[in-house]
């Protein structure tokens, strides 16, 4: 079976950092990959990792680690506009046939 | 582009009514996807298509159908409404080849099964 596991809540104040990890266990790993959606919308594509380490897309990073089945997804900088949910997801093909994390609710306060 | 479109935005159904999601993309995408979402919880994949003629089941299959005769068109059928049917269903594309990792997700369709 599949299972991610990500913390369902997380708060943080305007302009700080953020983390939200995500471990997993599963079969055919291709790579992990972020999406956000805010609340009514679709989700979006933030970032995918396929070998181990950072990678950084302006405010946002995310990290991987295979041998440890874990990842992160770091956002500086906080906005309002952060103010989202964030899903973690494992691809069992290159970056599609995605199995998602329950999900982590941000709320960023001023 | 117009992206990734669904239609309806909403429904109401009956329990074992049936009826047609339908999910189309303009993008040229091999790769098409369901995916339904309860509320407060992740996606999960119900069916997936690699290209025309060709679909396989995903994590949560029963009680719907899909077809694939056209690259750009993936509709989803429910064949006999049930509550626990009651959802965001959204439809995904992406390119389907090893250095293409970014799917696109519709604008969802909300579901209420009565």
């Known amino acids: 079976g599949q299972s991610l596991e990500q913390p369902s809540e997380v708060t943080a104040v305007e302009g700080a950092i953020v983390q939200i990890n995500c471990t997993y266990q599963t079969s055919g790993f291709y790579g992990l990959s972020w999406y956000q959606q805010h609340d009514g919308g679709a989700p979006t594509f933030l970032s995918y990792n396929a070998l181990d380490g950072l990678e950084e897309t302006g405010r946002f990073s995310s990290f991987l680690s295979r041998s440890d089945s874990y990842g992160y997804l770091l956002l500086q900088e906080l906005q309002m506009k952060d103010s989202a949910s964030y899903f973690c997801?494992?691809?069992?093909?290159?970056?599609?046939?995605?199995?998602f994390g329950g999900g982590t609710r941000l709320m960023v306060k001023p | 582009n117009a992206g990734v479109t669904q239609t309806p935005k909403f429904q109401v159904l009956k329990t074992g009514q049936s009826m047609t999601l339908q999910c189309a993309q303009d993008m040229n995408h091999e790769y098409m996807s369901w995916y339904r979402q309860d509320p407060g919880m992740g996606l999960r994949l119900i069916h997936y298509s690699v290209g025309a003629g060709i679909t396989d089941q995903g994590e949560v299959p029963n009680g719907y159908n899909v077809s694939r005769s056209t690259t750009e068109d993936f509709p989803l059928r429910l064949l006999s409404a049930a509550p626990s049917q009651t959802s965001v269903y959204f439809c995904a594309s992406s390119y389907d080849d090893s250095s293409s990792y970014e799917q696109y997700f519709g604008p969802g369709t909300r579901l209420t099964v009565t």
């Open positions: 997801a494992v691809g069992r093909r290159a970056g599609n046939m995605l199995t």
